[in-house]
């Protein structure tokens, strides 16, 4: 399973976009974002309010490797 993560959007847009982590790495995002887990502190409702959209190069990555684990 993958998880996401609330982060900084890499595509220069401003605000909040959710990443995918990467599968053996849970500090790597599918993009190559490195998150500190430090710098997010717990709270479910803090984050369902940060953001709801996606960031699209997670998004890509993502299919390819589901197209790649299907093949
Ligand atoms: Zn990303």
Known sequence: MYEMRAGPA????S???W???AKDDARTTLCGRQLSPQAQPPGPARE???TERYCSS???AFRET???ATR
């Open 10 to 13: 890499t595509t220069g847009s």
């Open 15 to 17: 605000g909040l976009v």
């Open 19 to 21: 990443h995918v982590l």
């Open 48 to 50: 369902e309010a940060t």
């Open 58 to 60: 997670c998004m890509t």
């Open 66 to 68: 589901m197209e790649t």
